[in-house]
C-alpha cells in the first residue's frame, strides 16, 4: 500500500485564483515528482526534486511552481488559474531507481 | 524521447492473450510497466533491467531487448480486472524521473 497523498481529490476554482496542491509521503523517498495528465491521455513530467531545497522543472513547460522544505512534502502551487491548467495532476515518489509510488491525483477544473 | 507503445487499444474477450510493445529510439537501460484504472493512479508492475530479463506478475510477463530497445508485455488468459491503460515508462527525466509512452487501453470483455 503505497503512503503518499494528494489533497483536494478534485477542486473546481474560478479563473485567476492562486492554488496550492498538496502532495505528502510518508516514505521517506528523496525523489518526488508532479506529473499532468489529461484525460485518457499520457503523463508529463513537470516538476522534480532530488530532495530538500531541490526543484527543477520536468519535460513539459508549466506555469506552476513547486517546492521542497521538507522531504515528505511536496506543494505545486499556481499563482493564477486559467482555464489552460485544468487537468490531472499526479504526484509520486521513489526510492533509488525503484517503481513510483503514486498518489491518487488531484482533477482540477479552472472555470 | 518519448518511447512508441503499441498498439493503442485492444479489446479481448476474457481469457484472450495480448501482447503490448514498447520502443525507444535511444539506448535503454531500463523499461519500467505500470496500469492505471480510469480514475486511479498509475500502479506498478515491473520493471526490467538491462540483460534481456524476463519478470512476472501474476499472468502478466515482459521481456526486454536492449539491444532492439524494446520490450514486450504480455497478458496471458487474460482477466476482466485486466482492463486500463498500461505505460511503458523509460528513465531520463530529471531524478531518474519517467518518460511515459501514449499509453495501450486494454478493454476486456466477459
Known amino acids: 500500500e503505497a503512503d503518499i497523498y494528494q489533497t483536494p481529490r478534485y477542486l473546481v476554482i474560478g479563473t485567476g485564483k492562486k492554488i496550492t496542491l498538496e502532495c505528502s509521503q510518508t516514505?521517506?523517498?528523496?525523489?518526488m515528482y508532479w506529473y499532468q495528465q489529461d484525460p485518457g491521455m499520457e503523463l508529463h513530467l513537470i516538476h522534480y526534486?532530488?530532495?530538500?531545497?531541490?526543484?527543477e522543472k520536468g519535460d513539459l513547460s508549466s506555469e506552476s511552481t513547486v517546492s521542497r522544505i521538507r522531504t515528505e512534502h511536496f506543494p505545486l502551487t499556481l499563482e493564477s488559474a486559467r482555464p489552460s491548467h485544468t487537468s490531472q495532476y499526479l504526484c509520486?515518489?521513489?526510492?533509488?531507481?525503484?517503481?513510483?509510488?503514486f498518489g491518487q491525483g488531484t482533477r482540477l477544473t479552472v472555470v | 524521447q518519448q518511447p512508441v507503445q503499441s498498439p493503442q487499444a485492444v479489446i479481448l474477450r476474457e481469457g484472450e492473450d495480448a501482447v503490448i510493445n514498447c520502443s525507444s529510439s535511444?539506448?535503454?537501460?531500463?523499461v519500467h510497466w505500470y496500469r492505471q484504472k480510469h480514475g486511479e493512479a498509475p500502479v506498478f508492475l515491473m520493471i526490467?533491467?538491462?540483460?534481456?530479463e524476463q519478470k512476472g506478475h501474476d499472468k502478466i510477463s515482459a521481456s526486454f531487448n536492449e539491444k532492439k530497445q524494446q520490450s514486450s508485455l504480455y497478458l496471458t488468459a487474460s482477466q476482466l480486472s485486466y482492463s486500463g491503460t498500461y505505460f511503458c515508462?523509460?528513465?531520463?527525466?530529471?531524478?531518474?524521473?519517467?518518460?511515459f509512452g501514449k499509453g495501450t487501453h486494454l478493454i476486456i470483455q466477459p
Open positions: 516514505m521517506g523517498h528523496d525523489k
Open positions: 515508462g523509460t528513465p531520463g527525466g530529471g531524478a531518474d524521473g519517467l518518460t
Open positions: 526490467l533491467l538491462k540483460g534481456g
Open positions: 535511444k539506448a535503454l537501460y531500463s
Open positions: 509520486a515518489s521513489r526510492a533509488g531507481g525503484f517503481e513510483a509510488f
Open positions: 526534486s532530488y530532495g530538500v531545497n531541490s526543484t
